[in-house]
């Protein structure tokens, strides 16, 4: 009897097993279905958002003077990536890319974002700007010394890729449209270092600051003219080369003389 009693679980055990499992893979499937549909709900939401900030960006570049992007990981990001594809030193073809580029190995790892990067560019070559100087407008006001000098950079990288070399001219409306962005001079002349080294500006060639007014400028043209005239080195060693240096003077007083009269 004690034996029959002490075989009553077990015998109960199997008879419920096949239920007690069918039971077990029910729950399982039900907590399954559970996970997968949270899962599907989070990866909806993701895409939504995805959108959203797709939307709020396309609507920054239709119009430039409303408010920014919130998910900028820096201020005038967003600018700055318009502008390389629609500013006259930008390039549709390679603009954004090259920018991009840039972006990824002159900001810090830590504050670097590649999806919004990404995010950013794609929208940036989707959506026509707008307004230019509005987007000029939005980096100098609020544009981070990061990302203005990586827009100097891309700038200058640019024209170095496109393999046309540096001149004074080029060179004076780079700077001219480079200001317009709110870039200051050293940021400007840090990015020329860089991708022409050998390139000396106007105000350099005549050792003058940029904020030299006119008569300074005519002045020290003159001056430095009367050092190396031709004719005044006919015949004497060196005569070549103060020919040249003349020739670079006159053109980098033309040069400002231009900007002067814009």
Not at 114 to 140: F, M, T
Not at 169 to 196: Q, V, Y
Request: net charge neutral; proline share 6%.
């Amino acid at each position: 009897m004690p034996q029959s009693n002490a075989s009553e679980p077990g015998q109960l055990l199997g008879a419920w097993l096949g239920r007690l499992l069918g039971a077990a893979a029910g729950l399982a499937a039900g907590w399954f279905g559970i996970l997968a549909g949270l899962l599907f709900g989070y990866m909806l939401d993701l895409a939504r958002a995805e959108a959203r900030e797709r939307s709020r960006i396309q609507a920054y570049f239709r119009d430039p003077d409303s408010s920014p992007p919130p998910e900028e990981p820096y201020p005038g990001l967003a600018a700055a990536i318009a502008l390389s594809a629609y500013a006259p030193w930008g390039d549709r073809e390679s603009g954004t890319s090259v920018f991009m580029g840039l972006a990824r190995r002159e900001l810090p790892e830590n504050r670097r974002d590649d999806r919004v990067l990404q995010r950013l560019a794609d929208a940036a070559e989707a959506v026509p700007c707008s307004s230019l100087r509005a987007l000029e407008r939005a980096l100098s006001l609020h544009g981070a010394p990061a990302v203005r000098a990586i827009v100097a950079r891309f700038a200058y990288e640019l024209q170095h890729k496109r393999g046309e070399g540096l001149d004074h001219r080029a060179d004076s409306l780079l700077l001219l449209s480079l200001a317009d962005c709110g870039l200051s001079g050293p940021e400007i002349e840090a990015a020329r270092r860089l991708a022409f080294p050998s390139y000396r500006d106007p105000w350099a060639v005549l050792a003058l600051g940029r904020g030299a007014s006119y008569a300074e400028v005519r002045r020290a043209w003159r001056r430095l003219s009367r050092q190396c005239h031709p004719d005044l080195s006919d015949g004497e060693e060196g005569g070549e080369d103060a020919a040249a240096r003349f020739r670079e003077l006159q053109e980098a007083y033309e040069i400002i003389r231009g900007l002067r009269a814009l």
